[in-house]
C-alpha cells in the first residue's frame, strides 16, 4: 500500500520536535486506514518531513509506534536538516513491529533540486516477515540497473510483485530501468507502477504538475511500447485521481498467458486515440 503526501498532508520542514510530532500524528491515522484495509508494508512519500539531528530520534520513535500498532512493515523518508551546514541527507527507515531493520542516505541526489544533498552509498537489502508468511523484500540502492537484477536474478532473487508508484517518471533513463524490472520479474509475476497520466495534464492543462524531478509523461499507448520493448505487457490499468488523474499499469513477462488483457486497456487505448494520444 502508498500513502501519499501530496493526498492529504504538503511536504514540510519542521522548525522544532511539536512541528514534526503533528505531522507524524497525522499519518498515523492514514497507516492505520490502509492496514485496515489488509496492507502488510506501507511505503511514506520520500521527504515526508524535514528533521533535526536534536529531534530525529523523537521523528523515528514516532513511526515506530505506528509500525507497531498498526501491524505493518513501514518506510518512512526524512530530511535530515544540518543547522549548521544546511547540508540534507534523505534518510529512509525500514521498519517492522518493534524494530528498525535499515537506515541509508539517498544515493542519487537529484541534480540541481538536491545538489546540497550528501549521497549515500550502503546497499540496504532486507527480509521481511510480513502476516503468516515470511516475504522477501528487497530495497537496494543500484547505479546501472540492469547490472543490479542480473546479480539478484543469479542470486534466485527474483520479486514475484515489483511496485513502483510515482516513480517511472523520474527515471532518467528509462530503458536501463524497465529492462532491469524485466530482469528482476519472477515468471508469473506482477510490476505495478503509478505515474501522472498524459491525458489529464493536457486536457485540464495542469501546467502545475510539471517539474525539474519529473524526466517523462506518459500516455499509457507510449509506457506499453516502453514495456513491450522489453519483453513486459500491460495487461490491466486503473484510472486515478492522484495528481490529478494518474494511470496505475500491471504488467506481465509476455510469455504468461495466465492473465489476459482486461477491457480497461483496451478502453483507455480507444480514449488515447480519441484524445490524439500516441
Same mark, same amino acid.
Given at each position: 500500500?502508498?500513502?501519499?503526501?501530496?493526498?492529504?498532508?504538503?511536504?514540510?520542514?519542521?522548525?522544532?520536535?511539536?512541528?514534526?510530532?503533528?505531522?507524524?500524528?497525522? #499519518?498515523? +491515522?492514514?497507516?492505520?486506514?490502509?492496514?485496515?484495509?489488509?496492507?502488510?508494508?506501507?511505503?511514506?512519500? =520520500?521527504?515526508?518531513? /524535514?528533521?533535526?539531528?536534536? #529531534?530525529?530520534?523523537?521523528?523515528?520513535?514516532?513511526?515506530?509506534?505506528?509500525?507497531?500498532?498498526?501491524?505493518?512493515?513501514?518506510?518512512?523518508?526524512?530530511?535530515?536538516?544540518?543547522?549548521?551546514? +544546511?547540508?540534507?541527507?534523505? %534518510?529512509?527507515?525500514?521498519?517492522?513491529?518493534?524494530?528498525?531493520?535499515?537506515? #541509508?542516505?539517498?544515493?542519487?541526489?537529484?541534480?540541481?533540486? =538536491?545538489?546540497?544533498?550528501?549521497? /549515500?552509498?550502503?546497499?540496504? &537489502?532486507?527480509?521481511?516477515?510480513?502476516?503468516?508468511?515470511?516475504?522477501?523484500?528487497?530495497?537496494?540502492?543500484?547505479?546501472?540497473?540492469?547490472?543490479?537484477?542480473?546479480?539478484?536474478?543469479?542470486? /534466485?532473487? %527474483?520479486?514475484?510483485?515489483?511496485?513502483?508508484?510515482?516513480?517511472?517518471?523520474?527515471?532518467?533513463?528509462?530503458?536501463?530501468?524497465?529492462?532491469?524490472?524485466?530482469?528482476?520479474?519472477?515468471?508469473? $509475476?506482477?510490476?505495478?507502477?503509478?505515474?501522472?497520466?498524459? /491525458?489529464?495534464?493536457?486536457?485540464?492543462?495542469?501546467?502545475?504538475? &510539471?517539474?525539474? =524531478?519529473?524526466?517523462?509523461?506518459?500516455?499509457?499507448?507510449?509506457?506499453?511500447?516502453?514495456?513491450?520493448?522489453?519483453?513486459?505487457?500491460?495487461?490491466?490499468?486503473?484510472?486515478?485521481?492522484?495528481?490529478?488523474?494518474?494511470?496505475?499499469? #500491471?504488467?506481465?513477462?509476455?510469455?504468461?498467458?495466465?492473465?489476459?488483457?482486461?477491457? %480497461?486497456?483496451?478502453?483507455?487505448?480507444?480514449?488515447?486515440?480519441?484524445? $490524439?494520444?500516441?
Amino acid at each position: 500500500a502508498m500513502v501519499a503526501s501530496d493526498q492529504f498532508i504538503p511536504q514540510a520542514e519542521s522548525n522544532d520536535v511539536t512541528d514534526a510530532a503533528d505531522i507524524v500524528t497525522l #499519518y498515523a +491515522k492514514l497507516v492505520s486506514q490502509v492496514a485496515a484495509q489488509g496492507a502488510q508494508v506501507v511505503v511514506l512519500p =520520500e521527504k515526508v518531513v /524535514g528533521v533535526a539531528p536534536s #529531534y530525529e530520534w523523537d521523528v523515528v520513535t514516532g513511526f515506530q509506534r505506528i509500525a507497531t500498532m498498526s501491524h505493518v512493515w513501514l518506510v518512512v523518508g526524512l530530511n535530515q536538516i544540518d543547522r549548521t551546514t +544546511k547540508k540534507k541527507t534523505s %534518510r529512509w527507515y525500514s521498519t517492522r513491529p518493534a524494530i528498525w531493520s535499515r537506515k #541509508y542516505a539517498k544515493h542519487h541526489p537529484i541534480p540541481d533540486l =538536491e545538489g546540497d544533498y550528501k549521497p /549515500g552509498k550502503q546497499q540496504a &537489502i532486507f527480509d521481511a516477515p510480513v502476516g503468516p508468511h515470511r516475504t522477501s523484500c528487497i530495497s537496494q540502492v543500484f547505479g546501472t540497473f540492469p547490472d543490479v537484477a542480473r546479480e539478484l536474478a543469479a542470486e /534466485g532473487r %527474483r520479486a514475484e510483485l515489483l511496485v513502483g508508484n510515482n516513480v517511472l517518471a523520474h527515471v532518467p533513463d528509462l530503458n536501463d530501468f524497465v529492462s532491469g524490472l524485466a530482469l528482476l520479474l519472477a515468471p508469473g $509475476g506482477v510490476l505495478t507502477m503509478e505515474f501522472p497520466h498524459l /491525458g489529464s495534464l493536457l486536457e485540464h492543462n495542469q501546467f502545475d504538475t &510539471i517539474y525539474h =524531478e519529473h524526466f517523462s509523461y506518459f500516455s499509457f499507448a507510449t509506457a506499453e511500447r516502453v514495456f513491450a520493448a522489453h519483453g513486459l505487457v500491460l495487461f490491466d490499468v486503473e484510472v486515478l485521481p492522484t495528481h490529478g488523474g494518474s494511470l496505475r499499469i #500491471y504488467a506481465r513477462h509476455e510469455a504468461d498467458p495466465a492473465r489476459p488483457v482486461s477491457e %480497461r486497456v483496451t478502453a483507455l487505448r480507444a480514449a488515447e486515440k480519441a484524445q $490524439g494520444l500516441h
